[in-house]
């Protein structure tokens, strides 16, 4: 058994789905000050950092340009990161009952194929998935089946149950444990 500095680990994050638990947690802060070297480093701790995974979708310059512009200030510093993969996935517009509503599309499953298929190619000992989208769940069996382990990070204002019981371990992250990733000064 490989003790915890020799144990390889890749971070996948559900981007959309952090954004999210971090505005309702903190909806003082702006999310784009949340330090992702500093949230990485925490998570990793002493083991094996190979890669972070962090997928997510562009918001539609056309219906907010300040917000789109953001995003995308936020997307290229995230993008600096060493060993520091960003998969851009696409934003779906949909008419809903007369209402346009906007979707984002294949993140989740671009989140799955990758843990499978790299854990399939022997890539990594354990998955760190941050999300709390029970979605997953048929994934992280797919690589349990391959003998890897799967460590959930959820946090205590969202969390999924299911995803929870079935991963081999289950960090729940406090409030106050997540405010240390938020930047106090202007870059």
Do not use: W
Not at 21 to 42: A, G, M, Q, S
Request: aromatic fraction near 14%.
């Amino acid at each position: 058994m490989k003790d915890k500095k020799e144990e390889r680990i890749i971070i996948f994050i559900d981007g959309s789905n952090l954004y999210h638990i971090v505005k309702d947690l903190f909806p003082e802060k702006k999310p784009n000050d949340f330090n992702f070297e500093k949230f990485v480093e925490y998570l990793t701790g002493n083991r094996n950092l190979i890669r972070t995974y962090y997928y997510n979708v562009p918001l539609d310059i056309m219906r907010d340009v300040e917000s789109y512009m953001k995003q995308q200030k936020f997307f290229d510093k995230i993008q600096r990161i060493t060993n520091f993969t960003f998969v851009l996935c696409r934003m779906q517009k949909r008419k809903v009952n007369g209402k346009i509503i906007y979707e984002a599309k294949e993140d989740d499953i671009h989140l799955a194929v990758d843990m499978v298929k790299l854990a399939y190619n022997d890539e990594y000992d354990k998955a760190l998935l941050v999300s709390s989208d029970g979605d997953f769940v048929p994934a992280v069996q797919a690589v349990q089946e391959k003998g890897k382990k799967v460590e959930n990070i959820g946090f205590e204002n969202k969390f999924s149950y299911h995803l929870k019981q079935i991963c081999t371990n289950f960090i729940k992250l406090k409030k106050e444990e997540v405010e240390q990733f938020f930047n106090y000064y202007v870059k």
